[in-house]
Structures are given as C-alpha cells and as structure tokens.
C-alpha cells in the first residue's frame, strides 16, 4: 500500500496542477500524511528549473501551515482526532510515552530534527507539540526555520547539481540530515550535561 502511495504522489509532479498538489502533500505530511513532499517537489524541480525557488516557498510554506493544524489538532483535537490517527498509524503508545517524559527543550530540538531529518516523523511533533501546548509562536518560528532549511537546501542542490544529485539525494539525504540531526541531539544532551 504504501509503495502504491509513493507512485500516486509521484505521478502528481507531470499534472498541470503540480503546484497545488505540491502544496497539498506538503500541508498534510506535516500533520497527516505518510509520503513526504520531496517526492513531489525533486521531480517538480528537476522537470522547472527555472520555478525551483518557487516550489521551495510553496513546500515550506504549505509545510509550515500543515504543522499548525498539527499543533490545533494535539491542542483542541487530541482525544477526538489526533489519538485516532496516531492509532492508525501505530504510533499511539509511542507517542503517549514521548508526550510524559518530554520537556519544552526536548520538543523545540525535536521539531528541528523531525522539520530537518523526519527524525521524528513531523505529523507526530507537531501534533504534540500542540498536546504539550508548545507556545504556538515558537512552534512556528522553529517551523519556518527548519522546514525552510529543508526545501532550500534541496532546491540549491539541485539548482548546483541539477539530475545528477537526485539519485544521491533519493538514497542518501535521509542518512545526511539523520546524521545532522543525530549532531544536534549530541549538542543538546551535553548542553543539559553542562548546566
């Protein structure tokens, strides 16, 4: 099922509506969706080079909204909505787990690395986020921040390298930002050390 919904959104980036189903997928994998919107937005860039800017504003944009829905759907929908959809996933008793031991450090550094990496998966910090009751402003700030960080990044290496790259970055970006994420993780836990 999910390889059929890897295909399905893939075949999205040849549609003359590309661009809001760009916008679409990259608004509900921050609150929802499995597929993450790079699977829209690499080929998108690589077919429109010339709009690759574009698309990067329209992921991060529409990413950054797809998240504060997360965050209303863990703030005012938690028991109603968002439980059930982290049961459908089978991310529930993690996600309960997570949800008492965490604090407000711990949560801003995750929603870098899962904004970065999808370490965690950016549906489940956003909706907790909003569980924990993270000030909304904050949230979105470090939304901005590291959603933008991704698909700028990925548009500038394209840009740089253009098809070359994809495969590179089809294969190995997940273990590149895991690692940048695994660093910045290391720099919180001896920041919490030192004080």
């Given at each position: 099922m999910l390889r059929r919904l890897y295909d399905w959104t893939l075949s999205l980036a040849a549609k003359k509506s590309a661009e809001v189903w760009l916008a679409v997928i990259a608004f509900v994998e921050s609150s929802i969706f499995l597929v993450p919107?790079?699977?829209?937005?690499?080929?998108?860039?690589?077919?429109?080079?010339?709009?690759?800017?574009?698309?990067a504003l329209i992921a991060t944009v529409s990413s950054v909204l797809?998240?504060?829905?997360?965050?209303?759907?863990?703030?005012?929908a938690y028991e109603a909505v968002a439980k059930p959809v982290l049961a459908f996933y089978g991310k529930l008793d993690a996600f309960e787990q997570l949800k008492n031991s965490v604090d407000y450090e711990?949560?801003?550094?995750?929603?870098?690395?899962?904004?970065?990496?999808?370490?965690p998966p950016i549906k489940v910090v956003t909706i907790l986020s909003g569980a924990v009751n993270i000030n909304l402003w904050l949230f979105v700030a470090t939304a901005i921040v590291a959603r933008g960080a991704r698909f700028y990044l990925l548009a500038w290496l394209l840009r740089r390298y253009g098809e070359n790259i994809r495969h590179f970055i089809e294969k190995r970006l997940g273990l590149i930002a895991g690692l940048v994420s695994a660093a910045l993780i290391l720099l919180f836990v001896g920041y919490r050390l030192v004080q």
């Open positions: 919107a790079d699977v829209l937005f690499l080929p998108m860039a690589l077919a429109r080079p010339g709009r690759i800017w574009r698309y797809g998240g504060i829905a997360g965050w209303y759907l863990g703030h005012y711990t949560i801003v550094l995750l929603l870098i690395t899962s904004g970065l990496a999808h370490l």
